[in-house]
């Protein structure tokens, strides 16, 4: 069964870059009809998804994130990992890993976490 | 943008009630729709996937229909693990984006 873990800071200063880092494990990293994504949920909130990428290399980027984000891929450790810059108050958030099969929606998703921007 | 507007925002029930979350997205996303459920603490748990087809392991009374750009979840009898909030997501083209979502309380 695939499984997801974020690992990164839990506070980050204003208008510094964010890192997150997903692991996968128990399935194919590489698998041709899976998306890996990311999605977060500030404090209360809805869920905002915030790009993906696909196994031909392909990205796709929410446009109100896409100046400041970037998704990339490592196959060898099965990790992707998450890049947003110029971090502000309002990208404080719980920011989830998850992967989508292709036609089935996010079936997968990691625990989450929590990312505080705060000087 | 395919904007999802999702209704209601609340929604009181008691166990045992028919819930249904109405889920009209702006433009045609032929079925590519899904329902998740995320309880407090918890990721988002995917429930129906291509708008009506159920998710391996979700209890049956969970159920998705669709008419043009409408979508429906419907949970048939309502049970206490239910009280949750409930989301859809449209992936019929990026960006993928969700309704506001539906928090269904004790009533």
């Known amino acids: 069964q695939l499984q997801l873990q974020e690992s990164g800071p839990g506070l980050v200063k204003p208008s510094e870059t964010l890192s997150l880092m997903c692991t996968v494990s128990g399935g194919s990293f590489s698998s041709t009809s899976h998306y890996w994504a990311w999605v977060r949920q500030p404090p209360g909130k809805g869920l905002e998804w915030i790009g993906a990428f696909f196994y031909d290399g392909s990205t796709y980027y929410n446009p109100s994130l896409k100046s400041r984000v970037t998704i990339s891929v490592d196959r060898s450790k099965s990790q992707f990992s998450l890049r947003l810059n110029s971090m502000a108050a309002a990208d404080t958030a719980l920011y989830y890993c998850a992967s989508h099969e292709y036609g089935f929606g996010l079936r997968a998703w990691g625990q989450g976490t929590l990312v505080a921007v705060s000087s | 943008d395919t904007q999802m507007t999702q209704s209601p925002s609340t929604l009181s029930a008691s166990v045992g009630d028919r819930v249904t979350i109405t889920c009209r997205a702006s433009q045609s996303i032929r079925s590519w729709l899904a329902w998740y459920q995320q309880k407090p603490g918890r990721a988002p748990k995917l429930l129906i996937y291509e708008a009506s087809s159920l998710e391996s392991g979700v209890p049956s009374r969970f159920s998705g229909s669709a008419s043009g750009t409408e979508f429906t979840l419907t949970i048939s009898s309502l049970q206490p693990g239910d009280f949750a909030t409930y989301y859809c997501?449209?992936?019929?083209?990026?960006?993928?984006?969700f309704g506001q979502g539906t928090k269904v309380e004790m009533k």
């Open positions: 997501q449209q992936y019929n083209v990026f960006p993928w984006t």
